[in-house]
Nanobody, 115 residues
Framework: QVQLVESGGGLVQTGGSLRLSCAAS????????MGWYRQAPGKQRELVAT???????NYADSVKGRFSISRDNAKNTVYLQMNSLKPEDAAVYYC?????????WGQGTQVTVSS
């Protein structure tokens, strides 16, 4: 069992930055592909970025060059550095841990971007 707790969301102005963190409890964090997803009101949840156990990354086109995902396996934590934020980035951001057997989600953290 893995529990995920996100933090770091909040209110930021357009062009600003935020750093989200996701702390994972449980064992075998290293073996999970970690990801960040987001869901805006009235929209489906969408992929933002993922990072594999070997630190291979993947980004949605809408955030490439602005967001950066990283992981610290010693701290069981994954991060999402978000720069040059736009109003359309506003959403609830969810942390995800996935392997071939399991798929875990955090409770989400709100990101609000004021124009």
């Amino acid at each position: 069992q893995v529990q995920l707790v996100e933090s770091g969301g909040g209110l930021v102005q357009t062009g600003g930055s935020l750093r989200l963190s996701c702390a994972a409890s449980g064992t075998f964090f290293y073996f999970y592909t970690m990801g960040w997803y987001r869901q805006a009101p009235g929209k489906q949840r969408e992929l933002v970025a993922t990072i594999t156990k070997s630190s291979s990354t993947n980004y949605a086109d809408s955030v490439k060059g602005r967001f950066s995902i990283s992981r610290d396996n010693a701290k069981n934590t994954v991060y999402l550095q978000m720069n040059s934020l736009k109003p359309e980035d506003a959403a609830v951001y969810y942390c995800n841990a996935q392997n071939q057997f399991h798929d875990y989600w955090g409770q989400g953290t709100q990101v609000t971007v004021s124009s």
